[in-house]
Nanobody
Framework: QVQLVESGGGLVQAGGSLRLSCAAS????????MGWFRQPPGKERDFVAA????????YYAGSVKGRFTISRDNAKNTVYLQMNGLKPEDTAVYYCAARRPSSTSISSSGSYAYWGQGTQVTVSS
């Protein structure tokens, strides 16, 4: 049974930082692309970042590029999202997701087979 468990969310002031973690089990972690998505209140779920199978194969949404950094530790089956310079518009539920390598756009939520339960990030102004 595949499980993705996020942690690290919380309340932070604008300009602050948080690091999200997602621990994966039940799948060959090294063989999966790992992604982060977020869903603001009343809005659709959007792509944030992803880390492919190759070292340095990282992808970011334009709104977070330069502020957020995705990383993965294959020895720990864990993917991280370091979020710096947080803004109120970053407030959302953040989800971790996993998919097999695919020709589908890495930002396509429908291409991810497994999802975590989400962790709330709230940025106050």
């Amino acid at each position: 049974q595949v499980q993705l468990v996020e942690s690290g969310g919380g309340l932070v002031q604008a300009g602050g930082s948080l690091r999200l973690s997602c621990a994966a089990s039940g799948l060959p972690f090294n063989s999966y692309t790992m992604g982060w998505f977020r869903q603001p209140p009343g809005k659709e779920r959007d792509f944030v970042a992803a880390f492919g199978l190759s070292l340095g194969s990282t992808y970011y949404a334009g709104s977070v590029k330069g502020r957020f950094t995705i990383s993965r530790d294959n020895a720990k089956n864990t993917v991280y999202l370091q979020m710096n310079g947080l803004k109120p518009e970053d407030t959302a539920v953040y989800y971790c997701a996993a998919r097999r390598p695919s020709s589908t756009s890495i930002s396509s939520s429908g291409s991810y087979a497994y999802w975590g339960q989400g962790t709330q990030v709230t940025v106050s102004s």
